[in-house]
């Protein structure tokens, strides 16, 4: 089975600095990968996916992540915290392929302190 | 969260008592998901169903039931005996072809 880690149970920033939230992944074969945010008693939202092409991913609300297969890390970026990025941030990994359940991390819980 | 309702949101049980969570998803997706969400422990999976009237169990099944008799819907009822029922219940779905799952908004069970 797939998985994957997220070695920081938390992460503080101040507001205007970047933030680094990180993820390692141990799987066969090429990697599918995502990132979500959980905002308190929400669910999860998707905020980006690598599934092949660039290292560098793009997603939603300023957020990217960069996919360094030497390192299999796929650690989330962002060049310029927000109070409002204050949230629950998970790592996911399907368990075995593509078409099967996803895998999370543990999950990251991000504070930007203002 | 858009798609995806589950209910209730919140929900008290009494121990001994079997209860259904609900999810529904109108958003014409194949496959649909059932997770728990402890403290610290991230997400873990308990059922997924990949089509209709058929489903699978998850890492942490024991004392959980589900049906999926129409795509649209994939309840889950946590029975007596799940020793542990109070958490945080989370619905997704996705299309057969698809690699991102959506999620619900999630239901808050909390065994009195």
């Known amino acids: 089975a797939q998985s994957v880690a997220q070695p920081e149970d938390q992460v503080n920033v101040a507001e205007g600095n970047p933030l680094t939230v990180k993820c390692t992944y141990s799987?066969?074969?090429?990697?599918?990968l995502f990132w979500y945010v959980q905002y308190p008693n929400r669910g999860l939202q998707f905020l980006l996916k690598y599934i092949t092409g660039d290292n560098l991913v793009k997603g939603s609300y300023g957020f990217e992540a960069e996919f360094n297969k030497s390192q299999t890390s796929f650690h989330l970026k962002k060049p310029s915290a927000l109070v409002s990025d204050s949230a629950l941030y998970f790592c996911?990994?399907?368990?075995?392929?593509?078409?099967?359940?996803?895998?999370f991390g543990k999950g990251t819980r991000l504070s930007v302190i203002a | 969260d858009g798609g995806i309702t589950q209910s209730p949101k919140y929900l008290f049980r009494k121990e001994g008592q079997n209860v259904t969570l609900s999810c529904e998803q109108n958003l014409n997706h194949d496959a649909m998901y059932w997770y728990r969400q402890d403290p610290g422990q991230g997400l873990r999976l308990i059922y997924y169903s990949q089509i209709v009237n058929d489903f699978q169990k998850g890492d942490i099944a024991e004392g959980y039931s589900v049906s999926r008799e129409k795509k649209e819907s994939f309840p889950l009822t946590v029975t007596s005996a799940q020793k542990n029922p109070t958490a945080f219940y989370l619905c997704a779905s996705k299309i057969a072809s698809g690699n991102e799952q959506f999620f619900g908004p999630g239901t808050r069970l909390t065994v009195l």
């Open positions: 799987v066969s074969g090429n990697p599918y």
């Open positions: 996911a990994v399907p368990f075995y392929s593509g078409n099967t359940p996803l895998v």
